[in-house]
């Protein structure tokens, strides 16, 4: 089955140290999204890849970067993670067709709650 | 700005008895409505989504919602609840003449429990 893909689960890191989540997808689409989800709060937007081109919200903090080296994968770094980072962490793709933009649904993978030590 | 607002943190509902769960939102342009459902520790799954056409939208799980432009809001329904209805809920919003245009990420509310009791 085509899906959205994320490893690991589960990602217990320390305090300052670099952690990457992965996100992955067989559904071909062009468009991959990064979302925060913090506990008992909706999903925020970090930044989305629309094709190569990478589209940061205006109040993403600078320790997020994000790199898409191909259509299939997208990564989420946190260079320095702080306590305040602990969420779950939400990988969503859509397929965006040109001339229809904003029209297709958002795909979410299962999320990867990252704990902060 | 675009934004959406679930007025209830919780909605309890007997089990067969009809449910709803509200959402109103705010955009500048013509919104695209989205429901989604969230089980403990898992991602988001989509329900259904208005774009246009008819107000009445019928998606997953015999959910449906009604799309109302005079009152900004697109309500969550279902005629009969099951017990595994019980999950949290979210609303959300695409602004297609946000500034910039192209894809964009959702605006989302901050979610509704929904607790169906047996």
């Known amino acids: 089955d085509a899906m959205v893909i994320q490893n690991p689960r589960y990602q217990v890191t320390q305090f300052g140290k670099p952690v990457t989540l992965s996100c992955s997808q067989t559904l071909n689409h062009n468009v991959m999204y990064w979302y925060q989800q913090k506990s008992s709060q909706a999903p925020k937007l970090l930044f989305h890849?629309?094709?190569?081109?990478?589209?940061n919200e205006a109040d993403t903090p600078d320790n997020f970067q994000s790199r898409r080296p191909n259509t299939s994968f997208c990564f989420l770094d946190i260079r320095s993670p702080g306590l305040g980072d602990a969420a779950m962490y939400l990988c969503?793709?859509?397929?965006?067709?040109?001339?229809?933009?904003?029209?297709?649904?958002?795909?979410f993978g299962p999320g990867t709650r990252l704990l902060v030590l | 700005a675009q934004s959406v607002a679930q007025p209830e943190d919780q909605v309890n509902v007997a089990e067969g008895n009809p449910l709803t769960v509200k959402c109103t939102y705010s955009v500048s342009g013509n919104p695209y409505l989205f429901w989604y459902v969230q089980y403990p520790n898992r991602g988001l799954q989509f329900l259904l989504k208005y774009i246009t056409g008819d107000n009445l939208v019928k998606g997953s799980y015999g959910f449906e919602a009604e799309f109302n432009k005079s009152q900004t809001s697109f309500h969550l329904k279902k005629p009969s609840a099951l017990v595994s209805d019980s999950a949290l809920y979210f609303c959300?919003?695409?602004?297609?003449?946000?500034?910039?245009?192209?894809?964009?990420?959702?605006?989302f509310g901050k979610g509704t429990h929904l607790i169906i009791q047996p």
């Open positions: 969503a793709t859509s397929r965006d067709r040109a001339g229809a933009p904003n029209l297709e649904t958002q795909y």
């Open positions: 890849y629309y094709d190569k081109d990478f589209n």
């Open positions: 959300a919003v695409r602004d297609i003449e946000r500034s910039g245009g192209g894809a964009d990420g959702l605006t």
